[in-house]
């Protein structure tokens, strides 16, 4: 998939996004559901970049042709210090980039440090790849990437 135009005006699902986010205070562009991110990245009005470990990405799956920049790695998840140069290298600073995470936590964190560096269209994938953890301390139950069925692979 190529980079979607630096140039464009931001599709209207991300506009509302951002106008929420500016009434509301976050320190990032907006947030988007899971089937907004999904429609935005298959038409490729947005790169989805997931921010999960490696480790996380191959035992509990991914989003085909998205892009890895890991937020924290290993399972220590120590924080990875090169996040926002590695996040520029693949994605540049202008261009509409959708973040994902386990549970929406740490992307809308990377989120924050990526517009903190610059960054101007960086929006978080909200209840992330696998959704919070239910009642019974299970995922994936009330929401997330993998709840709404959206399109997802494993190694």
Same mark, same amino acid.
């Given at each position: 998939?190529?980079?979607?135009?630096?140039t464009?005006?931001?599709?209207?699902? +991300? #506009? /509302?996004?951002?106008?929420?986010?500016?009434?509301?205070? !976050?320190?990032?562009?907006? &947030?988007?559901?899971?089937p $907004? @991110?999904?429609?935005?990245?298959?038409?490729?009005?947005?790169?989805?970049?997931?921010?999960?470990?490696?480790?996380?990405?191959?035992?509990?799956?991914?989003?085909?042709?998205?892009?890895?920049?890991?937020?924290?790695?290993?399972?220590?998840?120590?924080?990875?210090?090169?996040?926002?140069?590695? +996040? #520029? /290298?693949?994605?540049?600073?202008?261009?509409?980039?959708? !973040?994902?995470?386990?549970? &929406?936590?740490?992307?809308? $964190? @990377?989120?924050?440090?990526?517009?903190?560096?610059?960054?101007?269209?960086?929006?978080n994938?909200?209840?992330?790849?696998?959704?919070?953890?239910?009642?019974?301390?299970?995922?994936?139950?009330?929401?997330?990437?993998?709840?709404?069925?959206?399109?997802?692979?494993?190694?």
């Amino acid at each position: 998939m190529s980079a979607p135009s630096e140039t464009s005006a931001l599709p209207q699902a +991300l #506009e /509302a996004a951002r106008a929420v986010a500016l009434a509301t205070g !976050l320190p990032y562009a907006g &947030g988007v559901t899971p089937p $907004l @991110a999904w429609q935005l990245f298959s038409q490729e009005q947005a790169l989805l970049v997931d921010v999960r470990s490696g480790e996380e990405r191959k035992f509990v799956g991914h989003v085909p042709g998205s892009l890895h920049v890991p937020w924290a790695t290993g399972t220590a998840l120590t924080r990875n210090p090169r996040f926002v140069r590695e +996040l #520029e /290298a693949k994605t540049g600073k202008d261009t509409p980039v959708l !973040l994902l995470c386990r549970s &929406g936590k740490r992307s809308a $964190l @990377a989120a924050e440090a990526a517009t903190k560096a610059g960054f101007t269209q960086v929006f978080n994938v909200l209840e992330g790849f696998e959704g919070e953890i239910d009642a019974h301390n299970h995922r994936g139950t009330e929401d997330g990437w993998r709840f709404h069925q959206l399109p997802w692979i494993q190694d």
